[in-house]
């Protein structure tokens, strides 16, 4: 798919399964927990919480059981680790494009600001992003008008796009503030996998994509 760029454009991504699958950063956070809590054997507890991860139980739970750790310790050891993730194949090289036709780059996502910072800091976007928004510094989750908002009052240009893959949230708001959307379609490893709840209208992309490197920016 052509995109064209140019100093009037601001490409607009969401964080979370659309620069990177965000089940790397359930496994990251799992080892991370695991090394802290078996550093002997951590391999075997690593396991046995994604396994329960797979099967809708609560490895939380399961930790405070049987190591005596607080629920509320862990999910705050989930949140801050740093995480050993990577972008999508081109993620970086397309970002570079962008900038290079003097395109400008927002990330706007929704979650915790550490966690969310960790996570960008982590896939080394920071040198070639312009603008972040993150839910909890803004007070407000997509689709709320006030997220898009931010990034308009920001950049004040003619021409936005926003790229993300939950049609739950992600295209709402972009579509009525006139933006161009793009969905990148789930390959499937994505946390969030019921797209086919959200066919009405009001919930779909302008474009779909297979893969992040079918989008060229020229």
């Known amino acids: 798919m052509d995109i064209k760029v140019d100093q ?3 490409i607009v991504f969401d964080l979370d399964d659309t620069l990177y699958n965000e089940i790397d950063y359930l496994k990251s ?41 607080s629920t509320t310790e862990l999910i705050e050891l989930y949140r801050d680790h ?14 570079q494009i962008i900038k290079d036709r003097k395109g400008k780059i927002a990330i ?9 910072r960790n996570k960008i800091n982590a896939l080394g976007l920071i040198p070639y992003l312009d603008y972040i928004v993150i839910s909890e510094e803004i007070g407000s989750e997509k689709p709320d008008k006030k ?11 003619k021409n936005y ?20 959307t793009i969905a990148l379609l789930d390959n ?4 969030h996998s019921n ?14 994509v297979l893969h992040f490197d079918q989008l060229n920016f020229i």
């Open 8 to 10: 009037n454009t601001v």
């Open 29 to 69: 956070a799992y080892t991370a927990l695991a090394k802290d809590l078996e550093p002997e054997n951590w391999e075997q507890l690593y396991a046995n919480l994604f396994s329960l991860y797979r099967n809708n139980e609560n490895p939380f739970k399961y930790v405070s059981e049987n190591f005596g750790v």
């Open 82 to 95: 740093i995480p050993n993730i990577t972008p999508f194949e081109g993620v970086l090289q397309k970002f």
């Open 108 to 116: 706007l996502t929704d979650g915790r600001s550490k966690s969310q």
């Open 147 to 157: 997220n898009f908002k931010s990034i308009e009052n920001h950049f004040k240009v």
């Open 161 to 180: 796009y926003y790229i993300g893959d939950n049609l739950k949230k992600d295209f709402i708001t972009p579509n009525q503030r006139g933006w161009q």
């Open 188 to 191: 499937g490893l994505n946390i």
């Open 195 to 208: 797209a086919y709840l959200y066919n009405k209208e009001e919930h779909l992309p302008h474009n779909y």
